[in-house]
């Protein structure tokens, strides 16, 4: 079943899992397998003043629509292309009085645009809302709550002018978007800004090592003439070389913890047992709680008494991060890596978590040579448990890579920039913003590195007087979330 730019795809009955989707050709790592627009979207509750309502990239300045002044716009462009979806969201929220959760906003947007097209097949659409998930009977008690609070609230908000829907279905709906939601992001990929409904990613079943991966794309719309705009989309990119007839999967959750831990958040998330290679043969799991090898090797007992420090001290870290004492951050991450390293190895995922906490705050404080010290053995130990062509690995290595820059290590610095850079290639594309950074920093970082190497005296004498001058590029505040996580569910 193919349709509307869709033709490498088919949806198929894949055993045990419901449908899936399969490749109709073959693939290369990097390759668009599709792009997709959202069937509907919404921007999330707390920055609703400070991203586009239409591409979802932050901008210092907004344009409120007149109306409602709950939507806001980059430009003319924008608001004139969120009017079909804005329009009936538009006089509602004026009727309200006031605009709803995101929840009810996304809702809504899917129910107006059944009514205005029919239930049917969308165009480019693969299958109908009416065909996705709902998981509404595997719902626990507090979530069958939560669903009949919010369908009272859709029903307060939802204008009687409007086609009127049964219970069953506005239920499915809330469903689908707590099943199926998936997390938008600005224009870097840095920060999760809002929630949309893809129906035809909705067919990509998990898998812990996955041939694809997902980024979305804010599109653009700087070229003159609006043909020549492209929208908002996501985009599914092949990772590994994936042939004809293969399935195309995707990783809901981060592949960084154990299988068991995996496949907890996979069942309570998206209700299902996951049985692909990685977690039937708990693969990579010994890597992920190794301890010490040779002479002094520590006992079971020692292990799992500094593993339990970790965890202790890692709740203690989100807690003085929340109320941003970053040098607590920093004095807790010594004490536990002080605990940590006669004990776990370095692949250890509670070593890797701590290194990567000190790396960024430290970062953030301008301590960049022990910053720079702890990224390298969190990229070290990331490069022996990620998959090679992975998002999060790429980042974190790019991150590792500015932090040995700033702290005037040159050849490890473009070392691990170039990395990054061949990785985000294939993540995230070459016209993706965060690419085109990276690309940047490629060139002074080589450039740099020539006049190095010719003349090392020189070349921090000049780099010297050139931070002197300029405002150092100081890391960003450090996030208290992780990176935005594929699909986004409903805490």
Request: glycine share 6%; aromatic share 8%; with cysteine.
């Amino acid at each position: 079943m193919t349709k509307g730019g869709m033709e490498s795809v088919e949806v198929f009955p894949a055993e045990g899992k419901g449908r899936g989707l399969k490749a109709q050709k073959e693939f290369l790592p990097g390759d668009v397998i599709f792009a997709e627009p959202a069937y509907a979207a919404v921007v999330f509750d707390s920055l609703t003043h400070v991203i586009c309502h239409t591409c979802f990239k932050r901008q210092e300045r907004l344009h409120r629509c007149g109306q409602c002044k709950f939507a806001h716009y980059c430009d003319r462009t924008c608001q004139r292309a969120a009017w079909l979806n804005h329009k009936n969201e538009c006089s509602a929220i004026k009727r309200h009085g006031k605009a709803p959760t995101e929840n009810i906003r996304l809702a809504a947007r899917i129910l107006w645009r059944v009514e205005r097209e029919g239930s049917g097949l969308a165009e480019g659409c693969l299958v109908s809302i009416e065909d996705l998930q709902n998981h509404v009977e595997s719902f626990s008690e507090e979530e069958k709550k939560e669903l009949r609070v919010d369908v009272e609230s859709f029903l307060e908000f939802w204008p009687p002018q409007s086609q009127q829907f049964g219970m069953q279905y506005i239920s499915h709906v809330f469903g689908v978007i707590s099943c199926n939601g998936f997390t938008l992001s600005d224009q870097r990929g840095l920060q999760a800004v809002g929630v949309g409904i893809f129906p035809n990613l909705c067919q990509a079943n998990h898998d812990c090592w996955p041939n694809c991966t997902v980024i979305f794309n804010n599109g653009n719309h700087e070229a003159v003439r609006s043909m020549f705009h492209t929208q908002m989309r996501i985009e599914l990119r092949a990772l590994s070389k994936v042939s004809p007839g293969d399935e195309l999967t995707v990783s809901y959750v981060d592949f960084l913890n154990v299988s068991e831990e995996r496949r907890r958040q996979l069942k309570k998330q998206y209700y299902f047992d996951c049985t692909c290679e990685h977690c039937k043969k708990q693969i990579k799991d010994d890597l992920m709680l190794a301890a010490k090898e040779g002479e002094g090797k520590p006992s079971a007992e020692t292990v799992k008494e500094v593993i339990q420090f970790s965890k202790d001290t890692l709740e203690k870290i989100n807690k003085a991060r929340m109320e941003g004492l970053y040098h607590e951050v920093v004095k807790l991450c010594r004490e536990c890596l002080k605990k940590q390293e006669p004990v776990l190895g370095d692949t250890n995922i509670y070593l890797l978590r701590i290194l990567s906490i000190a790396s960024e705050v430290l970062s953030y404080l301008q301590m960049f040579e022990e910053a720079a010290d702890y990224a390298k053995r969190m990229v070290d130990g990331y490069l022996k448990i990620y998959h090679p062509n992975n998002a999060q690995l790429g980042m974190a290595v790019m991150r590792a890579g500015v932090t040995h820059w700033h702290a005037g290590l040159i050849e490890a610095g473009h070392g691990l920039i170039c990395k990054a850079y061949a990785i985000l290639l294939i993540t995230h594309g070459p016209s993706h913003p965060i690419t085109k950074d990276l690309e940047v920093m490629r060139v002074q970082t080589e450039m740099e590195l020539r006049m190095f190497q010719q003349n090392e005296f020189m070349y921090y004498k000049m780099r010297e007087a050139a931070l002197k001058n300029q405002k150092i590029h100081v890391m960003p505040e450090p996030s208290n979330e992780a990176s935005p996580s594929l699909f986004h569910k409903k805490e």
